[in-house]
């Protein structure tokens, strides 16, 4: 029903940018709940930030709020998460979700999974 397609990762310096796409292929609805998750090695998957189908609501979890920035582009089944003043704890498979009904953090609510694109910042 929704296939997820991320790109934008890479190797950076600390205080550097990046911006990660999530390309979302959507069949049958369009009212649907994107977000972004990361996972560090060894570490469970976390939540980042997410955004509903408008784009005029948004929740950033707080260790990444005043750096990373979630959007819905131009068709909205496009978002982003643009990532400044990256930290080397930052560090992470960085993978992008979507569900119907309102946002969430939880893992166990979002129903469909990209591949994840590696973010990795040294310091």
């Known amino acids: 029903q929704v296939q997820l397609v991320e790109s934008g990762g890479g190797l950076v310096q600390a205080g550097g940018s990046l911006r990660l796409s999530c390309a979302a292929s959507v069949r049958g609805f369009s009212n649907y709940v994107m977000a972004w998750f990361r996972q560090a090695p060894g570490k469970e998957r976390e939540f980042v930030a997410a955004?509903?189908?408008?784009?005029?609501?948004?929740y950033s979890t707080a260790s990444v709020k005043g750096r990373f920035t979630i959007s819905r582009g131009n068709p909205r089944t496009m978002v982003y998460l643009q990532m400044n003043s990256l930290q080397p704890e930052d560090t992470a498979v960085y993978y992008c979700?979507?569900?119907?009904?309102?946002?969430?953090?939880?893992?166990?609510?979002?129903?469909?999974w990209g591949q994840g694109t590696q973010v990795t910042v040294s310091s």
């Open positions: 979700a979507a569900r119907t009904g309102s946002t969430s953090q939880a893992r166990s609510d979002y129903n469909y």
């Open positions: 955004i509903n189908w408008s784009g005029r609501s948004t």
